[in-house]
């Protein structure tokens, strides 16, 4: 029903965005490179039975190249480096910056035989405008210092690409694996290479002794986030199109902005929204696509959503 479908939708985008201000929490306690290790663990677990159960629908032998790109990119680094932004920069600016990836799946898709628009070069230009504004706060001296001043700023950036990264390779695993599958082999082996990287900074013991507060927070980035918006997107997908579905993606950082202004105390500042803005238009230029759309098409992004945050 299309109603369950919108209310699922504004449920996942409230979810996704939940993600930056659990993060902040959590990253009071814990490393960026433990709690993302911990995090696609637990998301891991959760999965895997229903990966187990769809396991006679996957051709692994068929994807294998691209699936490895896609545990590289959205399992290991996009995770380190989101958490690694959110540490270093507000909750506000790493969702706005973090948004700039449907725009850069657009610059990236001619890597898979895909035609680069000059729509698709426009909205890309508005988006890094606005990333521009975000980030110096509309002091182009920022850009003197940029890599020490706002260097989770340009981790966010990197995120964005990173989760590009993932979508493009996508498009060829979609038609042979169970998207609970790709996802978990993604967690999975994403966590197990994290944790082993973050053995010297002691990562469960680092659990032992978080408090309930950071636990929680973590745990809801997990099961909101992690599990439940995805696959909140994508009933959407199927119920009432990708061109509906997508528009609420973009809420993300609007609901992002007011939830750190109430819970973290953080400004929201008139570079942040009239960067913002232009991001949002940059992405929406981009992303905006004739009404036609394939079934293909839709799952493709649907598993590209699963893996956000």
């Not at 969702?95 to 657009?106: D, G, K, R, W, Y």
């Not at 898979?112 to 426009?122: D, H, P, S």
């Not at 918006?229 to 809420?251: P, S």
């Not at 991001?279 to 036609?292: H, Y």
Request: glycine share 8%; proline share 5%.
């Amino acid at each position: 029903m299309p109603r369950r479908a919108y209310l699922g939708l504004c449920a996942a985008s409230l979810f996704w965005a939940t993600a930056f201000i659990a993060g902040k929490v959590v990253l009071a306690e814990l490393t960026p490179l433990t709690a993302a290790g911990i995090r696609h663990l637990t998301a891991s677990v959760l999965l895997f039975p229903f990966a187990w159960r769809a396991r006679h629908r996957a051709n692994l032998r068929a994807v294998l190249l691209p699936l490895a790109v896609m545990i590289v990119c959205g399992g290991v680094f996009y995770q380190w480096s989101f958490m690694a932004a959110l540490q270093r920069t507000s909750a506000t600016n790493a969702s706005l910056l973090v948004a700039l990836n449907p725009a850069f799946t657009v610059l990236l898709a001619p890597l898979v035989g895909e035609a680069l628009t000059r729509r698709g070069v426009a909205g890309v230009l508005v988006a890094l405008a606005g990333a521009a504004v975000v980030i110096t706060h509309g002091d182009p001296a920022v850009l003197a210092s940029l890599l020490h001043a706002r260097s989770g700023d340009l981790l966010a950036i990197l995120a964005a690409v990173l989760w590009a990264l993932f979508n493009v390779c996508s498009r060829h695993v979609v038609g042979h694996l169970p998207h609970a599958m790709t996802n978990a082999l993604c967690y999975g082996i994403g966590s197990a290479v994290m944790l082993t990287l973050a053995l010297p900074e002691a990562p469960f013991a680092q659990i032992v002794h978080a408090s309930p507060s950071a636990l929680a927070a973590l745990l809801s980035m997990v099961v909101l986030s992690s599990v439940l918006a995805g696959q909140f997107f994508l009933y959407g997908v199927h119920t009432v199109g990708v061109g509906r579905t997508v528009v609420f993606v973009y809420l993300v950082p609007v609901i992002t902005a007011l939830l750190s202004a109430v819970f973290l105390g953080e400004p929201l500042l008139a570079a942040q929204v009239a960067g913002g803005a232009l991001v949002l238009a940059g992405v929406w230029i981009t992303t905006r696509t004739p009404v036609r759309q394939t079934i293909e098409t839709e799952e493709q992004l649907a598993l590209a959503a699963e893996a956000e945050g």
